[in-house]
């Protein structure tokens, strides 16, 4: 009886032991820097729901700048550099966001729709950046499957439109308005094996940056159906999921590609020339409150006021309480300054 007890209380213990919760991933050490402002929580309560911001730039007056961001269980609000709503649209399951300045439709602003698990939307609005309403234009195809991350480019007069289906297969669409309805043709399609999230292009030539959540980073050349991981999952830089994607240009071809690396709170900076590590940064707490779980991040260059001087990084907030998600904004001199870039 007693070996009986003995086994039987050996046997207990490694189950338990079995059951032990593994411990948290932390990558690489990552240098703080703190938000300069914050904006006014989404709508929906108690869920996870803000996700993505784009940022428009007003070069008249930088300081009248204005961001965009998702709530996906709602719709998209538009905001002040002091974070304060200036108004929000009901969008319905809109996840990922993107603006673009073109030369005959204003300031294009689109999202992906998940209204439809089966076959994905594009949602397209006109912004009017003088009273910061949006107003819809209309919904386009995104292609069969949940819509999911969503990036655009201006090349020239042309609006290219990229939806990242749930299931890794990215579409890219011409969106045109011939009728001042939103139209999309398709232009390519891209595969990648697992889920997706995050995407963003090199306004210089088109390179599409692709985000496999559990994977890496993935690089698509101009036109090319075909890609190749150039930042993987390693636990050092990136620790999964990998969300939001942005990124800078300086020159020919340098500048940086930030990612959202979601599983240990802080974000990657590689170098655009090469796609080397150059370093982490996180959010930290100090007037305002840190970051944490962070889905989609903007970043835009430039004169963004006296608050951001070298432009503004603007970073989702999985977890604001006691209030509901919302987006923190990051002066990208003080990133610079912080990694010493």
Same mark, same amino acid.
């Given at each position: 009886m007693r070996?009986?007890i003995?086994?039987?209380?050996l046997?207990l213990?490694?189950a ?12 690489l050490?990552?240098?703080?820097v703190?938000?300069?402002?914050e $904006? ?7 869920a996870?729901?803000?996700d993505d911001?784009?940022v428009w730039?007003n070069a008249?007056?930088p ?9 996906k ?12 709503r ?6 319905g399951l ?9 030369p ?7 999202a992906?729709n998940?209204?439809?698990? @089966? ?6 609005y ?6 910061a ?6 919904k ?9 991350? !969503? ?6 007069a ?11 297969t ?16 398709k232009l ?5 094996p $697992?889920q ?8 210089r030539d ?18 090319? $159906? ?5 930042a ?5 830089? @990136?620790v999964a999921?990998?969300?939001g994607l942005?990124?800078?240009t ?6 940086? @590609?930030?990612a959202?690396?979601q ?9 655009l ?7 982490? !940064? ?5 007037a305002?409150g840190?970051?944490?779980? $962070?889905?989609?991040i ?9 608050n951001f ?6 970073a989702?907030?999985g ?6 998600q ?14 010493g870039?």
């Amino acid at each position: 009886m007693r070996k009986a007890i003995a086994t039987l209380a050996l046997a207990l213990a490694t189950a338990l032991a079995g059951c032990a919760a593994t411990p948290p991933i932390t990558g690489l050490p990552s240098v703080p820097v703190t938000a300069v402002a914050e $904006t006014e929580p989404v709508g929906t309560a108690n869920a996870d729901a803000a996700d993505d911001p784009a940022v428009w730039h007003n070069a008249a007056d930088p300081s009248a700048s204005l961001v965009v961001g998702t709530d996906k269980k709602a719709g998209l609000y538009v905001y002040g550099l002091d974070g304060a709503r200036k108004s929000f649209a009901e969008a319905g399951l809109v996840n990922n966001v993107a603006l673009v300045e073109t030369p005959d439709n204003g300031v294009i602003v689109a999202a992906s729709n998940r209204d439809d698990p @089966l076959h994905a939307a594009i949602s397209v609005y006109r912004l009017d950046t003088a009273s910061a309403q949006l107003t819809f234009l209309g919904k386009a195809d995104g292609g069969p499957g949940e819509g999911y991350g !969503f990036c655009m480019w201006q090349k020239g007069a042309e609006t290219h439109a990229y939806s990242a289906l749930k299931d890794g297969t990215v579409i890219e669409y011409r969106l045109d308005f011939p009728q001042g309805a939103p139209v999309t043709t398709k232009l390519r399609e891209m595969k990648i094996p $697992t889920q997706i999230e995050g995407c963003v292009v090199d306004p210089r030539d088109g390179t599409l940056y692709v985000g496999e959540e559990n994977v890496g980073i993935w690089r698509f050349a101009p036109g090319a $159906t075909g890609g190749e991981i150039v930042a993987p999952v390693d636990n050092k830089y @990136l620790v999964a999921d990998i969300e939001g994607l942005a990124l800078v240009t300086d020159g020919a071809n340098g500048g940086y @590609l930030v990612a959202s690396s979601q599983g240990d709170n802080a974000y990657a900076v590689f170098s655009l020339r090469d796609v080397a590590p150059v370093g982490r !940064f996180r959010v930290a707490a100090g007037a305002l409150g840190s970051t944490e779980e $962070t889905d989609g991040i903007e970043l835009a260059a430039g004169d963004y006021g006296p608050n951001f001087p070298e432009g503004l990084f603007v970073a989702q907030d999985g977890h604001n309480a006691p209030n509901a998600q919302n987006f923190k904004l990051v002066s990208w001199q003080a990133i610079k300054e912080s990694m010493g870039l």
